[in-house]
């Protein structure tokens, strides 16, 4: 039937024998072993179309290969492996299930050919990562899990309105560089954008992420903001308006992550921040920032996973998850520090990790092409980053004060993925032409050049000095900070209480004069109608006949006239 | 559960010398650049400590910008629970 066998459909086997296989130990090889085989299966894609079928007459293109779509696969299939070594001792059989199916989405998303297959993924990633949410099993999941779950179907609907305008418009729902220019392309970029986290509707990430189970968020760290992104990288390279949606979300993270106290919503800010660089990237859209935002999404899902890891560590062990309900966690976990701190310093782009030999990508594309606004907000940007993730997260977690806790460090299997991923934040930052070649476009770039790599060094390590200056301006407080969600949250149901308040008097008055005339015209009713009412007693029935010759006389006249 | 916390790393002296050490980094990150030369790309970012002003400043900026939003956004966080 197929020319060769589409990758996604090994983690969707693999989720099905996760339901149905009853011993633990046989569910974790499958677990581990699928996103492995779909991993194979995606370095047999060659590029150009090899899987076509047809729906309602519609041809479809089911597998697309193509260097770009290969990268982003390859890591969600990475990261599906880590993420289950990480999980698959603690999570419950409904999030592997679950976490199995949202994998295969974004894979199948990354090979989709046309828009209606990408569609059909989309949806999937949608169904199933808000069941990865609902994991989480706390009234605060279950509730940020339906409004996670609208915002998605939502988004969902308007690519879906775009993709059919397209079809309408163009007659082809081939995937290629699109420019946002009708109402069909702006609903298609809306769409994407809203996957993307991006302003104004940015809350159902931080909003969701942090309710998952310490498992769950992993995952959802991973699939949904970054296909996002390839799906921008695929349809909507040098849209300039990205460039602005990008930075905004850059600061938008940072502000939010600074004033945040829960552990993984710091985090979670900063997927939105990391993601607006990449958004930025595709927003330049020369070839040197595409390889920029494909790089960097590679390189943050390891490591975000890891921070993510690291932070759900935490959590799980001591159960709390506010900074100011931990700290001095660095005497009893040492594992789950260093590798925090790791994941730290690459979102950081420290020198000699994965996020300085990707990131400085997009930088240079923004010096290639003379943005020099751009350019220096992604350096103060860069500087803000070591600031609420890359010391923040660390020191508010592990050092800060002794909280008395003295939890035991990550089991095994945790340790293992933890360690595997700060393995390759390091590795791709010593030796980045592992993953150059791996890029949509060919480049001649070298990251470590010595001026670079000082003015990266004095840019970060005076952050840090400004980090410690200002410690006590940036005291965590018990609190949350209000975000565009708040008028569905609060402000909806607020109106409608407002309306039923100020609207009861007129709605009242207004329905008495209803019944009042309701009254009125049943009576008259009842006289012309009634049993001795002109409409309603028996006439003779020459009388009748008379009305009828009447009428008809009537007719005749007026279809003579006109 | 808390033994006698006697961490060698929150020792006041072990504290005091991270700061020797970590003001000394800083003056070094900054001196280099009289030896390996940083490429401006547009001029201003070559200048002599330009790294080092600039990441400071964005990060006092950032940290009072945040602290003008927080007044304006943040509530207690029950907020949404009530």
Redesign the interface.
């Known amino acids: 039937m197929f020319e060769m066998f589409p990758p996604a459909l090994a983690l969707i086997g693999g989720a099905l024998l996760t339901a149905l296989i009853s011993s633990r130990q046989l569910r974790a090889v499958v677990v581990i072993i699928a996103p492995l085989i779909c991993l194979y299966l995606i370095w047999q894609v060659p590029d150009g179309v090899v899987v076509r079928g047809a729906f309602l007459g519609y041809p479809l293109e089911l597998v697309e290969g193509g260097p770009v779509r290969r990268l982003f696969a390859t890591i969600f299939a990475i990261m599906s492996a880590t993420g289950a070594v990480f999980a698959f001792n603690h999570a419950r059989r409904t999030e592997l299930v679950a976490a199995q199916l949202y994998a295969a989405g974004a894979v199948g998303v990354s090979f989709a050919g046309d828009l209606l297959t990408l569609f059909v993924f989309w949806e999937i990633m949608a169904l199933f990562s808000t069941v990865v949410v609902w994991c989480g099993g706390t009234e605060s999941a279950r509730a940020a899990g339906v409004r996670y779950a609208i915002m998605h179907l939502l988004g969902g609907v308007i690519l879906k309105v775009g993709i059919e305008g397209l079809l309408v418009t163009t007659g082809s729902l081939d995937i290629r560089p699109l420019s946002a220019h009708d109402f069909s392309t702006w609903m298609i970029l809306i769409g994407i954008l809203i996957n993307a986290a991006a302003p104004p509707l940015s809350s159902w990430l931080s909003d969701a992420y942090p309710t998952a189970s310490p498992t769950g968020s992993v995952f959802l760290s991973a699939f949904t903001t970054k296909t996002a992104i390839l799906a921008l990288i695929l349809l909507f390279p040098g849209e300039s308006i990205l460039v602005g949606i990008g930075l905004f979300m850059v600061f938008y993270g940072i502000f939010y992550a600074l004033l945040e106290n829960d552990i993984r919503r710091i985090l979670a800010f900063s997927i939105v921040n990391q993601v607006g660089f990449m958004v930025v990237a595709v927003g330049i859209g020369t070839e040197m920032a595409i390889n920029g935002a494909s790089a960097h999404a590679f390189a943050h899902i390891i490591y975000k996973a890891l921070l993510f890891m690291s932070a759900g560590v935490v959590v799980m062990r001591t159960g709390k998850h506010l900074c100011t309900d931990v700290g001095g966690l660095f005497r009893t976990m040492p594992v789950t520090m260093w590798c925090g701190v790791v994941g730290a310093l690459a979102i950081s782009s420290f020198p000699l990790t994965s996020g300085f030999t990707t990131k400085t990508l997009i930088s240079q594309a923004a010096v290639g092409e003379g943005l020099t606004t751009v350019y220096f907000l992604l350096a103060a940007a860069s500087a803000g980053v070591f600031l609420h993730a890359g010391i923040k997260f660390p020191w508010f977690v592990f050092f800060q004060k002794d909280s008395g806790l003295r939890p035991k460090d990550a089991p095994w299997n945790m340790r293992i993925a933890m360690l595997f991923f700060a393995f390759l934040c390091i590795l791709i930052g010593v030796y980045p032409q592992l993953l150059y070649p791996l890029l949509p476009y060919a480049m001649d770039y070298h990251p470590y050049k010595p001026g670079k790599v000082l003015f990266y060094l004095q840019l970060l390590l005076f952050s840090g000095l400004a980090f410690f200056l200002l410690l006590p301006w940036m005291k965590r407080t018990l609190t949350i900070s209000l975000d565009v969600d708040w008028l569905w949250r609060r402000g909806l149901p607020l109106l409608v209480k407002y309306v039923a308040r100020v609207g009861k008097p007129p709605v009242g008055a207004l329905r008495s004069r209803l019944q009042q005339g309701a009254g009125l015209l049943t009576a008259s009713a009842r006289h012309t109608m009634g049993h001795t009412g002109p409409l309603g007693r028996s006439w003779e029935i020459g009388t009748t006949a008379l009305w009828i010759v009447l009428l008809l006389m009537v007719y005749v006249f007026a279809y003579y006239l006109f | 559960?808390?033994q006698p916390?006697d961490?060698w790393?929150?020792r006041p002296t072990t504290i005091r010398w991270l700061w020797i050490i970590?003001y000394s980094?800083?003056a070094i990150?900054?001196l280099?650049?009289l030896v390996?030369?940083?490429?401006g790309?547009?001029g201003i970012?070559g200048w002599f400590?330009?790294?080092?002003?600039?990441?400071?400043l964005?990060?006092?900026?950032?940290?009072?910008?945040?602290?003008f939003?927080?007044k304006l956004?943040?509530?207690?966080?029950d907020?949404?629970d009530v």
């Open positions: 559960m808390t916390d961490h790393l929150i970590g980094v800083l990150t900054v280099l650049q390996i030369p940083v490429k790309y547009f970012d400590g330009f790294g080092a002003l600039f990441g400071f964005s990060c006092v900026l950032m940290v009072f910008g945040a602290k939003i927080g956004l943040k509530r207690p966080d907020y949404y």
